[in-house]
């Protein structure tokens, strides 16, 4: 009767433990791993890196299934200077499908590895929402070091209308 009770102990032990790791691998999926097991944050804005070839990385910045109307967008990129040199940006086509958005992309001067990014629509084009690529930067791959720091978004800002009104929105998240 005691190994029996043993054995049951034991099933329970390994039911929770299993239980935990996919209670844990499931918030990491909902709150960091946007690209883990393929799955992607809905009303999110993420980092999407590409190898063109051996010597430039493409670096999109996607939109999300995006439920709230969009003005525009404003970020800072974070990147690796040591191992990356910024290249050039491409327009995306999230914003585009309004008309013609203005971008305004570039290295903020005195800081190394931060560019600047602001994409906004004129005030008479109608909002966006949805899926698609917001912008995508261009980088030269200067060291294959495979230490090499992550992307990071920093000071993130999305912005609507409201009657007429710049408002920003808080509910859209920016993920690294």
Not at 20 to 36: A, D, R
Request: hydrophobic share 40%; with cysteine; net charge negative.
């Amino acid at each position: 009767m005691e190994k029996y009770l043993q054995k049951i102990k034991t099933g329970k032990v390994l039911v929770i433990a299993l239980g935990i790791s996919i209670v844990l691998v499931t918030l990491f999926v909902m709150f960091k791993g946007n690209n883990l097991f393929g799955f992607s944050k809905s009303n999110s804005i993420s980092i999407q890196e590409t190898a063109v070839d051996e010597n430039y990385l493409e670096v999109k910045v996607v939109a999300n299934d995006i439920k709230d109307e969009l003005l525009g967008v404003a970020f800072n990129l974070e990147f690796d200077e040591e191992n990356l040199r910024y290249e050039s940006y491409a327009y995306g086509d999230f914003f585009e499908q309004s008309g013609e958005p203005i971008y305004l992309c570039s290295l903020k001067k005195g800081f190394d590895g931060l560019l600047v990014c602001g994409i906004t629509l004129r005030r008479e084009q109608n909002l966006v929402l949805g899926s698609g690529d917001v912008v995508s930067f261009y980088f030269e791959i200067l060291s294959n070091d495979k230490d090499r720091e992550e992307f990071k978004f920093v000071n993130s800002y999305t912005s609507t209308l409201k009657d007429g009104e710049r408002f920003d929105i808080e509910d859209i998240q920016f993920i690294d």
